[in-house]
């Protein structure tokens, strides 16, 4: 079952400050990338519920990016939001995941939560990678909704997983 994206973050945010590391809104966006693309190559189904963008930096999920980017490259001490329909205010989107999913943004954030915002980037921006191929066919000249569609990150991720074994 696919995740609301402010749920994923904020399990990301919980094991990030676990284990004693600190998240910038850059390498948030990248490391929840990086956990959806695993997932669906790993078992066939999105982590998140809604699309990534090919932005100039890398894939961004943009109502996680909006919703932080007050913090700016500054270390995120808060969490993702939700307006509680019955009091009309935010309150922090509750994490609820299952054992599987749990385990695989565990191990996703304390491999691409050690690693520079610089190499998150340049990862991403693999030749060939998801967001390479939108950014490519867009010729270089970024237009608002540029999606990276899941069934491209799916193939591509999966090529890597069957390359390895």
């Known amino acids: 079952m696919a995740r609301d994206v402010r749920e994923i973050a904020n399990a990301i945010l919980d094991v990030a400050e676990a284990n004693g590391l600190v998240l910038s809104n850059l390498p948030l966006n990248k ?3 990086f956990a959806h693309a695993w997932y ?3 078992y066939g189904e999105p982590l998140v ?5 090919a932005w100039q930096h890398g894939p961004v999920h943009p109502q996680v990016y ?3 980017r007050t913090y700016g490259d500054k270390p995120i001490k808060g969490r993702l939001t939700r307006i509680d329909l019955s009091t009309g205010r935010d309150v922090p989107v509750e994490v609820g995941l299952g054992e599987q999913e749990h ?3 565990e191990q996703m954030t304390r491999f691409y939560g050690t690693k520079s915002a610089y190499w998150l980037v340049q990862k991403t921006h693999e030749p060939g990678a998801p967001w390479d191929q939108v950014w490519t066919a867009a010729e270089g000249r ?3 909704g ?3 569609p899941d069934s491209m990150t799916e193939s591509y991720y999966r090529d890597i997983l069957r390359r390895r074994v």
């Open 146 to 148: 540029m999606v990276i």
């Open 49 to 53: 519920d809604s699309a990534f963008e």
């Open 103 to 105: 385990q695989h943004v």
């Open 66 to 68: 909006r919703q932080l």
């Open 31 to 33: 490391i929840i990338y």
């Open 40 to 42: 669906l190559a790993q």
């Open 142 to 144: 970024p237009m608002p």
